[in-house]
Nanobody, 121 residues
Framework: QVQLVQSEGGLAQPGGSLRLSCAASGTIAAIYTMAWYRQSPGKQRELVAN???????NYVDSVKGRFTISRDDDRNRLYLQMNSLRSEDTAVYYCNADIRERLTMRTGVYWGQGTQVTISS
């Protein structure tokens, strides 16, 4: 069994910073692309950033220059450093990963439990 467990989100003021983390555990053979998504009330879930095993990274335009995605493949962890936060960054953030499970050798898409990030003065 594979699972993604996210750290708690939090509350920050506009212009502040937060760091999210996500830990993959279980019967993992390989982890491929990892990503952060977010969903605000009344909006569709959107891709914030993703990172491939080779380090290729993509960001949604609205977070470029403010957010940094990174991964630690030795610890099976994913991070999102969020700086210069804005009120519009308020959302539930989800980590996501394509993972090959070791017992079945099947690759599936896994999601973290989601964590609330609120930006407010």
């Amino acid at each position: 069994q594979v699972q993604l467990v996210q750290s708690e989100g939090g509350l920050a003021q506009p212009g502040g910073s937060l760091r999210l983390s996500c830990a993959a555990s279980g019967t993992i053979a390989a982890i491929y692309t990892m990503a952060w998504y977010r969903q605000s009330p009344g909006k569709q879930r959107e891709l914030v950033a993703n990172i491939a095993p080779g380090g290729i990274i993509n960001y949604v335009d609205s977070v470029k220059g403010r957010f940094t995605i990174s991964r630690d493949d030795d610890r099976n962890r994913l991070y999102l450093q969020m700086n210069s936060l804005r009120s519009e960054d308020t959302a539930v953030y989800y980590c996501n990963a394509d993972i090959r499970e070791r017992l079945t050798m099947r690759t599936g898409v896994y999601w973290g439990q989601g964590t609330q990030v609120t930006i407010s003065s």
